[in-house]
């Protein structure tokens, strides 16, 4: 299985306060057809996840574009540029060009 | 809107099963892929499986693909999942989602405890 990690498991940043999350694959996640599964989701408190990219950089309907995703191969970033208090949650990256498809173990976004 | 609503959940008995499903609305239920995701009580998230738009195929994660069974009625728009044997490590929050992953159930919740 292809496996994801995460850095950092905690986040703590101060709002306005621009952070980055980074996501490693064991193996490249490009696939044959030429796209990159790779996704980016927030988990709020007591919510279902949410995805926020998908194929790497694209933002998800309804998205704000403080957040931006970046990265191939092997190595991802999801970047949110001015934290903002509803951004608090659990992040997670996940893949889908290899099943079974894998998430990484997630980080905690606190607001200071 | 895309709705996607999950029921079956509960408390359950070890080496029991359990159907849960996931009744969709709001788009082409029939046009797409859907999988299955849980979230442990740690937050771990773990992709299950998925199943094909008309059907006729699945995937699973392998540790998983001896017991469960995902299956799916479009003329009910409903995903269904079914857990055979359950073990106290499937205490989890289970969640239907697209396979492009854009629009998740509310997620049902299962212990499994004597």
């Known amino acids: 299985d292809v496996v994801l990690t995460q850095t950092p498991s905690i986040l703590s940043a101060t709002l306005g306060q621009s952070v980055s999350i980074s996501c490693r694959s064991s193996q490249s996640l490009l696939d044959s057809d030429g796209n990159t599964y790779l996704y980016w989701f927030l988990q709020r408190p007591g919510q279902s996840p949410q995805r926020l990219i998908y194929?790497?950089?694209n933002l998800g309907s309804g998205v704000p574009n403080r957040f931006s995703g970046s990265g191939s191969g092997t190595d991802f970033t999801l970047k949110i540029s001015g934290v903002e208090a509803e951004d608090l949650g659990l992040y997670y990256c996940?893949?889908?060009?290899?099943?079974?498809?894998?998430f990484g173990s997630g980080t905690k976004l606190e607001i200071k | 809107e895309v709705q996607l609503v999950e029921s079956g959940g509960g408390l359950v008995q070890p080496g029991t099963s359990l159907k849960f499903s996931c009744v969709a609305a709001?788009?082409?239920?029939?046009?797409?892929?859907m999988s299955w995701v849980r979230q442990t009580p740690g937050k771990t998230m773990e992709w299950i499986g998925d199943?094909?738009?008309?059907?006729?195929?699945?995937n699973y994660a392998p540790s998983l693909k001896n017991r469960f069974t995902i299956s799916r009625d479009n003329a009910k728009t409903t995903l269904y999942l079914q857990m055979s044997n359950v073990r106290s490590e499937d205490t989890a929050t289970y969640y239907c989602?697209?396979?492009?992953?854009?629009?998740w159930g509310q997620g049902v919740m299962v212990t499994v405890s004597s």
């Open positions: 996940m893949q889908a060009t290899h099943a079974p498809f894998t």
């Open positions: 989602t697209t396979n492009y992953f854009d629009d």
């Open positions: 199943i094909k738009y008309d059907g006729s195929y699945t």
């Open positions: 194929l790497v950089s």
């Open positions: 709001g788009f082409t239920f029939s046009d797409y892929w």
